[in-house]
T-cell receptor, first 117, second 110 residues
Framework: NAGVMQNPRHLVRRRGQEARLRCSPM?????VYWYRQLPEEGLKFMVY????????ESGMPKERFSAEFPKEGPSILRIQQVVRGDSAAYFC???????????????FGPGTRLTVT | GQQLNQSPQSMFIQEGEDVSMNCTSS?????WLWYKQDPGEGPVLLIA?????ELTSNGRLTAQFGITRKDSFLNISASIPSDVGIYFC??????????FGAGTILRVKS
């Protein structure tokens, strides 16, 4: 019963390159969330997706960042033209349904550590 | 935006001692979650709280959802070395977003 999978675990990019982070939710989960964590800080919400839909992207920078969760395949967080300030750990979480009913929690993957040189 | 104030920032305790940490907010949350994060790993869910006043246990861990819905605490009884890590509280907002506290770093002296 695999948990949330993320790859790569570590990613090094030079300034100006593109970073692609992948997330496969837990089996049976159709809701995916991306969070970002800077050293010694809590996680900050970026975006919430369901299959083929972006539900809430209020935490995502307007430029250079995009996310998708296609009908088939993993969710992708894409960062174009990376800058040093993008260096952080990016975590994906999944849940089986919207949390409005209060009945389900978010389960996190191991994260992707992005380093921009 | 909404903020969770988590305290203490760090703790250095003797093995076998009980530990207590808490989270407060100016906003009301309908769900509180407590996570533990080990270095280089993602947060692992420890306890979920859904009702004001609810007290829930998971082994040596006990957490409570404050009656005002603006706070929660986590207790760890009889701490052991593997309890080291960072503990985060998180409130569920708008039915999907999690708002995280800054974390409590727990170090145990064996």
């Amino acid at each position: 019963n695999a948990g949330v999978m993320q790859n790569p675990r570590h990613l090094v990019r030079r300034r100006g390159q593109e970073a692609r982070l992948r997330c496969s939710p837990m089996k049976g989960h159709s809701h995916v969330y991306w969070y970002r964590q800077l050293p010694e800080e809590g996680l900050k919400f970026m975006v919430y997706l369901q299959k083929e839909n972006i539900i809430d992207e209020s935490g995502m920078p307007k430029e250079r960042f995009s996310a998708e969760f296609p009908k088939e395949g993993p969710s992708i967080l894409r960062i174009q033209q990376v800058v040093r300030g993008d260096s952080a750990a990016y975590f994906c979480a999944s849940s089986p349904q919207n949390l409005a009913g209060g009945a389900h929690e978010q389960y996190f993957g191991p994260g992707t550590r992005l380093t921009v040189t | 935006g909404q903020q969770l104030n988590q305290s203490p920032q760090s703790m250095f305790i003797q093995e076998g001692e009980d530990v207590s940490m808490n989270c407060t907010s100016s906003s009301i949350f309908n769900t509180w979650l407590w996570y533990k994060q080990d270095p280089g790993e993602g947060p692992v869910l420890l306890i979920a709280l859904y009702k004001a006043g609810e007290l829930t246990s998971n082994g040596r861990l006990t957490a409570q959802f404050g009656i005002t819905r603006k706070d929660s605490f986590l207790n760890i009884s009889a701490s052991i070395p593997s309890d080291v890590g960072i503990y985060f509280c998180a409130g569920v907002l708008y039915g999907n977003k999690l708002v995280f506290g800054a974390g409590t770093i727990l170090r145990v002296k064996s």
